[in-house]
């Protein structure tokens, strides 16, 4: 039995350690929102837009860097405003690309594994039109701490 607690304390804190990177889908031009990049409008009290507002969340529940599911007509508008640094976090950018028989993209599974090359630790799926809440992070950390190795149903592996 204590080696049991021993190796369930040894894997918590292992995954206390674990990086977690933020995968923000931001492909999309919100058809219904103008055409305008939804992600980069100022909502917040002092401007702030709706992504800084989903990452400065994030970064409040342990996301270590960013990865940006991007199209070929957002990705110049955010690199412009995230660059390759966001409010301190590393940012690389991917491509959702549709393929040539369809007008519009595939869909959220389609998006998340346009990360698949380049994340290499946890991660969490984020809509970069979303607010979460920093509660998200207490329910995070129960289950992380649960200990039984499986995280719930945000937090994904490739």
Same mark, same amino acid.
């Given at each position: ?11 918590? %804190?292992?995954?206390?350690? #674990?990086? =977690? ?8 031009? %919100? ?6 990049? *939804? ?7 002092? /401007? ?13 529940? @342990?996301? !270590? ?8 007509? !957002? $990705? ?11 409010? /301190? ?10 393929? #040539?028989? $369809?007008? *519009?993209?595939? +869909? !959220? ?5 346009? +990360?698949?090359?380049?994340? !290499? ?9 979303? =607010? ?12 992380? /701490?649960? @200990? /039984? +190795?499986?995280? @719930? +149903?945000? =937090?994904?592996?490739?």
């Amino acid at each position: 039995r204590k080696r049991a607690v021993s190796a369930m304390a040894t894997q918590s %804190a292992k995954r206390a350690n #674990e990086g =977690i990177t933020g995968l923000f889908l931001v492909a999309g031009l %919100a058809s219904r929102f103008g055409g305008k990049l *939804k992600a980069l409008a100022a909502v917040g009290p002092n /401007d702030e837009s709706l992504l800084q507002m989903a990452v400065e969340q994030a970064k409040q529940c @342990g996301v !270590t860097d960013l990865c940006m599911v991007v199209s070929a007509a !957002t $990705r110049e508008p955010l690199e412009a405003v995230l660059g390759r640094r966001y409010l /301190d976090l590393p940012v690389t950018y991917v491509e959702q690309v549709t393929p #040539e028989w $369809r007008s *519009k993209p595939l +869909g !959220t599974v389609h998006a998340v594994l346009a +990360g698949k090359d380049v994340i !290499t630790q946890p991660f969490v799926v984020l809509n970069g039109d979303t =607010i979460y809440g920093i509660e998200v992070r207490a329910e995070h950390e129960n289950e992380r /701490d649960r @200990g /039984d +190795g499986l995280y @719930g +149903g945000t =937090i994904f592996f490739f």
